[in-house]
């Protein structure tokens, strides 16, 4: 207790010096920000922008701490009585610079979203690309926060000494955390794969458990899935490594769209595929690349007509799908009503038999 109240006098303790040294550190802070939002808004730099937007907070607290422990060091060489005022000082910068140091790869990451093309229709790089980034960041501020933390540790002799002692015994604890974090484990490495093999990527058209989505959010252990109805659908990282499932775009956004009609065989088969040719470009949701109209099945009663059309992406091709089905049936039923299916009981006669 006397040594606390012998810290606090005002004659022996260093808190002029430290409030100055705080003093001091605000005003280089307030100009150093004051200059990068000047320079934001004169210049047309994206990286001066979003430096503003994501590291003017932590430079309030970082620039001061800096300066505030470099001058607690100083009085805790004169005096080892100051000795837990550096320390105080010492982990509140490390947790700073960690701050900081997150700050840093998260401007780093917007900076490269920022120059991906994702208006192009097929954006397939792009898409790549920031599913590489949006992954990569995770695992780095991962590191950022396990690496703090161990300075942190590092930074006291006593706690240093455990460290020690934790470390001979790591053997034990390795194999105690594998066999409890198998599955995390295993998800956390099925993350690493899926972020550069990328059978997946953001906004991927995908079909999983029977359900069509897009790929919303790929995360360390689970992703998910925007489902066409606005639900969401999630899932282990592992599902997409150990189960099959469909993915529309994996190498291309174009799709191509089908559309199948059963009809009477005495449909005019010629004419009804020069209709689709004509309905086609007539619609700016073709891209004028693939169409064809062919008979692929026959049955009892009717014949299978597939038409098939692409387009650039795959709520373009969903849409040219349901915009030929409707303007095929309008055409069938104003011109050619002998192509409407005929279907009659078992034992009765065909329709068409006298």
């Not at 080892?80 to 997150?102: E, G």
């Not at 066409?228 to 529309?248: E, S």
């Not at 449909?267 to 040719?277: F, I």
Request: aromatic share 10%; with cysteine.
């Amino acid at each position: 207790m006397n040594e606390v109240i012998e810290l606090l006098n005002y004659k022996n303790s260093p808190w002029l010096g430290i409030l100055l040294a705080l003093m001091i550190g605000l005003v280089i802070s307030y100009s150093l920000i004051k200059a990068i939002k000047v320079t934001a808004n004169r210049k047309d730099w994206p990286l001066i922008r979003v430096i503003q937007r994501n590291l003017t907070n932590v430079l309030y607290f970082f620039i001061p701490l800096a300066i505030e422990t470099a001058v607690t060091k100083a009085y805790a060489l004169v005096n080892t009585d100051y000795q837990i005022l550096h320390a105080l000082s010492k982990v509140a910068l490390i947790a700073v610079s960690t701050w900081l140091a997150i700050r840093i790869v998260i401007i780093i990451e917007k900076y490269l979203i920022q120059k991906l093309d994702f208006e192009n229709e097929d954006n397939l790089h792009a898409r790549r690309l920031f599913t590489k980034i949006k992954f990569i960041k995770r695992m780095v501020v991962i590191i950022m926060i396990i690496i703090g933390i161990s300075v942190l540790l590092m930074s006291f002799e006593s706690v240093r000494q455990y460290g020690v002692g934790i470390l001979t015994s790591a053997g034990i604890v390795s194999v105690i955390i594998g066999f409890a974090a198998q599955k995390s484990l295993a998800n956390l490495l099925a993350g690493i794969q899926i972020a550069f093999t990328q059978p997946i990527k953001i906004d991927d058209v995908v079909i999983v458990e029977g359900e069509w989505g897009r790929i919303e959010e790929i995360n360390l252990t689970y992703v998910v899935v925007n489902i066409w109805d606005m639900r969401r659908l999630v899932l282990p990282i592992t599902y997409f490594v150990d189960k099959p499932f469909q993915n529309w775009t994996r190498n291309d956004s174009a799709l191509i769209g089908t559309a199948f009609f059963r009809l009477h065989f005495k449909t005019d088969v010629p004419t009804l595929r020069n209709q689709l040719h004509i309905i086609l470009k007539e619609t700016p949701l073709w891209d004028g690349k693939v169409w064809a109209l062919q008979v692929t099945d026959t049955k009892d009663q009717y014949m299978e007509v597939r038409a098939i059309m692409s387009s650039r992406n795959s709520s373009l091709t969903f849409d040219l799908r349901c915009h030929v089905r409707e303007k095929l049936i309008e055409f069938i039923v104003q011109n050619m009503p002998e192509a409407m299916p005929k279907f009659f009981l078992e034992g009765t006669s065909h329709p068409d038999q006298p």
